[in-house]
């Protein structure tokens, strides 16, 4: 090959190449300069073309995130209800098991089993509060606050009626309400001014037995069902 073929052969290699970054960098540059895309939907699928993400808005013009497994069950939730957000995480099986949400009093957390039963819920408003629930859905335990900055806690049986009651009383003492299956108070254990305090009811609610530290010693009552004392001590 001569030496002005030579020239010639190399210059064009030189102009192909040049041209070839000059290409590559104006699509790096439009790709850059992006920075807004518009649509009502969104999809990203997976190397099987199967829908994993979608970011889409509703027919309300509300946004909303869903994420899905690989079976195309979703899994998780993000989205827009009137007050506020919302966030749902699902099991394999397609049963909300964590749900997040605003209302007009705060947010609230519910927690559920594998079956989508809700067995913990915490929400937030003016005071705060948490509810248990068995495996029927049925609340027996609950703790809150109460208007007076104070804990409170009831706790009911399988059929969902409070039996017993644990608070404080108007002067930051504690007390213990129990009840019997019907609902009926049977017992009370508190704070006097002297010390503790303790009656005991019959199944129709009257009492029937009082105990309580006076300022110097202690002091029971007996009653009949009727309710008249039938014996002291001392």
Known sequence: MKKSERIFLYTVLAILV???FLVDGNVESQVAIQEEILARRIAIVNDAGQEVVLLSANEDDRGGVVIYNKDGTPVALLGDVE???AMGIYNKDG?????VVTDEAGGLIS???KDGTPLV???ASEYGGVVIYNKDGTSVVRMRVSDKDSGIMSVANKDGTPVAYMGV????SGGINIDNKDGTPVAYIGVMEYGGIMSVANKDGNFV?????????GLILVYNKSGKVIGTLP
């Open 95 to 99: 049963n909300m098991v964590v749900n």
């Open 111 to 113: 927690l559920a089993n």
């Open 121 to 123: 819920s915490m929400m």
């Open 169 to 172: 009383s108007k002067d930051g």
């Open 83 to 85: 007050v506020g957000g």
């Open 18 to 20: 040049f041209y070839v």
């Open 209 to 217: 037995a009082f105990m309580e530290a006076s300022e110097d010693d």
